[in-house]
């Protein structure tokens, strides 16, 4: 199979109510499509969203749960925090392991979790075109051992106050009948976060005060029709080991003159290191609306998305 980008899920401002509609935990990981078949010996074969191949990092989740059988299923890959809670924050730490004894290690220590939620390819035969009842019906009856397949709802607002109670990230609710269609954002599926939560790009960082290479802060902006927007200074959330992190993978992305279509003010300019953009992060803010991010918190690098994925996050 060739690498594919999944069916994306439209964003909402409150959920959908009926029969016609089922509700699911939204999972603050990353989301993979994994393909099994006997070509591949037993081993499954993970792309990102972005259709970038990534097995590598996920050597608990890689091995077959069902043998010789032909599927290509997609769903999101977890990792809890201590609280017992997916976290994205804690995730990236696999997420960029491109050493197999380094994920090896990770996987020891930061067991990874995959939650599937969709059956798309069964025994040879494709699903896409069956309703979705249908797909989760067979794949409710598969024995996928350590993949786990998450339940499904039919009280959404019963789910949207559990979730916000357990501090999950929130509920995708999909129609009953809608069909899976590759690379396309369905407005079948929708997605409500109980946090403000969006990706941005990286367009500059600034050092911690007193020092000149120390990374501190990163300057963020939103794609628009008119060039990177600027949006905001990003610090709280970046401590040590995440500092050197970026500063790794903003070495050789630098560049003489701000990437953002609009003017960023001085106080956040000044003493700046701008940067190409094209590092994309998730950064939690209080209220939506704004020009500016209201208390921004860096939750996480986002290697699965590219700036251009972001022109239609909203």
Same mark, same amino acid.
């Given at each position: 199979?060739?690498?594919?980008?999944?069916?994306?899920?439209?964003? +909402?401002?409150?959920?959908?109510?009926?029969?016609?509609?089922?509700?699911?935990?939204?999972?603050?990981?990353?989301?993979?499509?994994?393909?099994?078949?006997?070509?591949?010996?037993?081993?499954?074969? $993970?792309?990102?969203?972005? !259709?970038?191949?990534?097995?590598?990092?996920?050597?608990?989740?890689?091995?077959?749960?069902?043998?010789?059988?032909?599927?290509?299923?997609?769903?999101?890959?977890?990792?809890?925090?201590? !609280?017992?809670?997916?976290? #994205?924050?804690?995730? @990236?730490?696999? &997420?960029?392991?491109?050493?197999?004894?380094?994920?090896?290690?990770?996987?020891?220590?930061?067991? +990874?979790? #995959?939650?599937? #939620?969709?059956?798309?390819?069964?025994?040879?035969?494709?699903?896409?075109? =069956?309703?979705?009842?249908?797909?989760?019906?067979? =794949?409710?009856? &598969? /024995?996928?051992?350590?993949?786990?397949?998450?339940?499904?709802?039919?009280?959404?607002?019963? $789910?949207?106050? +559990?979730?916000?109670?357990?501090?999950?990230?929130? *509920?995708?609710?999909?129609?009953?009948?809608?069909?899976?269609? #590759?690379?396309?954002?369905?407005?079948?599926?929708?997605?409500?976060?109980?946090?403000?939560?969006? %990706?941005?790009? *990286?367009?500059?960082?600034?050092? @911690?005060?007193? %020092?000149?290479?120390?990374?501190?802060?990163? =300057?963020?902006?939103?794609?628009?029709?008119?060039?990177?927007?600027?949006?905001?200074?990003?610090?709280?959330?970046?401590?040590?080991? *995440?500092?050197?992190?970026?500063?790794?993978?903003?070495?050789? $992305?630098?560049?003489?003159?701000?990437?953002? +279509?609009?003017?960023?003010?001085?106080?956040?300019?000044?003493?700046?290191?701008?940067?190409?953009? *094209?590092?994309?992060?998730?950064?939690?803010?209080?209220?939506?609306?704004?020009?500016?991010?209201?208390?921004?918190?860096?939750?996480?690098?986002?290697? /699965?998305?590219?700036?251009?994925?972001?022109?239609? @996050?909203?």
């Amino acid at each position: 199979m060739p690498p594919l980008r999944p069916m994306l899920a439209t964003k +909402a401002s409150s959920l959908p109510t009926g029969p016609e509609w089922a509700h699911e935990v939204k999972w603050d990981g990353v989301r993979i499509l994994a393909d099994l078949s006997a070509a591949h010996g037993g081993t499954a074969r $993970l792309w990102s969203r972005n !259709a970038n191949e990534v097995g590598v990092a996920w050597p608990d989740v890689v091995d077959s749960p069902v043998g010789a059988r032909d599927l290509l299923v997609d769903g999101e890959v977890i990792v809890l925090n201590e !609280a017992g809670v997916p976290d #994205f924050r804690v995730l @990236q730490e696999r &997420l960029h392991v491109r050493r197999a004894r380094t994920a090896e290690r990770l996987a020891g220590s930061l067991p +990874a979790t #995959f939650m599937v #939620f969709d059956l798309l390819r069964l025994d040879g035969t494709d699903l896409t075109d =069956l309703p979705l009842h249908e797909r989760r019906a067979r =794949l409710a009856d &598969l /024995d996928l051992g350590r993949w786990q397949v998450p339940a499904a709802y039919d009280d959404g607002a019963m $789910l949207h106050a +559990a979730t916000l109670e357990q501090g999950l990230e929130g *509920v995708v609710s999909k129609r009953l009948d809608s069909r899976y269609t #590759f690379e396309r954002r369905s407005p079948h599926w929708l997605k409500l976060a109980h946090r403000h939560r969006r %990706s941005y790009v *990286v367009g500059g960082w600034r050092p @911690q005060e007193g %020092s000149s290479d120390r990374l501190a802060a990163l =300057l963020v902006g939103e794609p628009t029709p008119d060039g990177l927007a600027y949006r905001g200074r990003v610090g709280s959330g970046i401590g040590g080991r *995440v500092s050197r992190q970026l500063t790794d993978l903003v070495a050789g $992305l630098g560049r003489a003159d701000s990437p953002f +279509a609009d003017e960023v003010p001085g106080v956040d300019a000044r003493g700046t290191h701008w940067l190409e953009p *094209v590092l994309v992060v998730d950064v939690d803010t209080h209220g939506t609306g704004h020009a500016r991010l209201r208390q921004p918190s860096y939750r996480g690098l986002r290697d /699965d998305l590219s700036p251009d994925d972001l022109r239609d @996050q909203s």
